[in-house]
């Protein structure tokens, strides 16, 4: 058994719905696994009970084999959890270097020391560079954030989310907003993602999902509809019906 | 596979300079502080004031620590200073007549009440930090004022008496020792403040400023970080408060009145918030505009910094710092540049 992120029975209501009914879902090592599913369907309560936003009423989170359904959001993060978000999340204010050094410093555990300097720690800065060489960001890696336009701003979320070196990485409609010119590099991105970084995509557009996973899981009214293969989901009746509707035979 | 390796550490080479730049003392800022020790000498007649000015813009550096660096907002700092000049008046008063010691003591204090009261803004948004702060600055003063045994109540603190500085510099009618003492002390606190706010955790708080969801997800535990700043904030406020009992050789209920926690906002936001200089350059422009203003119209002078405020916050904010940052921008360019 080598599955990284799992969770059991995980049941969240709110009041009397049932958003996730009973979701027993395992991530592997090293997947490009893919989660869809129509609006509604308890995607975003699910990562929210992944991430820890969010406690289950019932059921439990592993992450590599250790339960942490109870652990808070940032310990989850310093475990190798990280999401990036639908709508951008970035430190605007800062440059993406200044954004990429915090953090990474906070990776490193040096965020709470107060005293020392930043550009003290060798690994920091090396790490640092790496990112923004890695992501492509070193030519602008002296702007303001706020000022970047929306692709490149799009790159940053994903590059702030590596450098919190994630072993599973929930990337929440990456590709959400940006524009076909610059789409093409960011979906390159994440193909470029290595291997060893088990990679989550929550994706309502099928090119991306077919094009860049090895597995999907289909969820529909808070349960897993179906779970396989792309091809075999693509070919699923059940899927089809419920889910992808006319854009299969389209 | 020298090539990207080369790019890289020059990469890196250049990542460490960008991270140096920022903590690196600039020009300028050696002027200001040999401006602040010249004014001693070119206007003896006005050490008083001045000295109220290096008081003030302590208290202003404090509050540019949480709102400038971490985005709380407060209309209640006079709690912290208020609660420093009482700790430091009391120590004079009972126990020792050292001003280091009361310094000392009026810092821990009101450090002590900033971590006491720092779960109350952890929580929720602006408004209901300005309420909360508003509140407890509410509740110090009136709690003060029942006080009264220990506080004098609306009489305040009299008598006090403060021993000489290091034992050696005796506090005099014209603050010369006044305002050596309170620049020292602002001197010796900015420069810690400005290795914080360059260091980790100071990068740390910026992130929480600028967005708490991904600072979060980035694994900052925001509460630890924000209850730590507003600890230190609370601090810094104390040390203002008690420079001001020991310098005054009195504390009064005023201290902790809501006009300190107002003014304080004003002079943030006239010298601008997250680069440490506003505190200390709108106190500046605060004292001497309060001066200037009720020299000709003592009664009246209210009216006239809230006409200024209301022309200021409208539109004369982004002209006056737009054009210090152009001064910046262009004397940044005026130096060779550092890159590998």
Known sequence: ?250 | MSAPDLAASGLAGHVRASLMLSRRWHTAEALFWVGAIAAAFLFPRQLLLMNEIAILALFALSLDLILGYAGIVSLGHAAFLGMGAYSAGLVALHIASDPLLGLFVGMAASGLLGLVTSPLVLKGNDLTRLMVTLGVGLLMLELANALSFITGGADGLQGIMMGKLFGHFEFDLFGRTAYAYSLGVLFVLFVLARRIVHSPFGLSLRAIRDNPLRATASGVPRNWRLAAVYTLSAAYAGAAGALLAQTTQFVSLDVLDFHRSADVMLVLIIGGAGYLYGGLIGSIAFKFLQDFISGFTPQYWQFWIGLFLVLFVLGGREMIHGGIKAVLARLRALKPGKRP
């Open chain 1, 1 to 250: 058994m080598s599955a990284v992120l799992e969770t059991r029975a995980l049941v969240k209501q709110f009041g009397g719905i049932t958003a996730t009914d009973r979701i027993s879902f395992s991530l592997e090592r090293g997947a490009r696994h893919a989660l869809i599913g129509p609006n509604g369907a308890g995607k975003t309560t699910f990562v929210n009970l992944l991430t820890g936003v969010l406690r289950p009423t019932s059921g439990v989170v592993m992450l590599g084999g250790a339960d942490i359904t109870t652990l808070s959001r940032e310990a989850r993060v310093r475990l190798g959890l990280v999401r990036t978000f639908q709508i951008n999340q970035l430190f605007a204010t800062m440059t993406p270097l200044e954004m990429i050094a915090a953090v990474t410093s906070e990776r490193l555990g040096l965020g709470a020391s107060s005293f020392s300097r930043l550009d003290a720690s060798a690994t920091l800065v090396t790490e640092t560079a790496d990112i923004l060489a890695r992501f492509r960001l070193d030519d602008i890696m002296d702007e303001t954030i706020a000022t970047l336009p929306y692709g490149k701003q799009r790159q940053i979320e994903i590059a702030a989310a590596f450098a919190a070196k994630p072993s599973v990485l929930l990337l929440d409609e990456p590709a959400a907003g940006v524009p076909e010119a610059e789409r093409r590099e960011l979906l390159d991105t994440v193909a470029a993602l290595p291997a060893d970084v088990s990679v989550l995509l929550i994706e309502h557009d099928m090119d991306i999902v077919f094009r860049f996973a090895t597995r999907i899981t289909v969820l529909v009214n808070g349960q897993v509809l179906a779970d396989g293969a792309p091809d075999a989901i693509a070919r699923d009746p059940a899927v089809r019906t419920a889910y992808l509707g006319e854009a299969a035979h389209g």
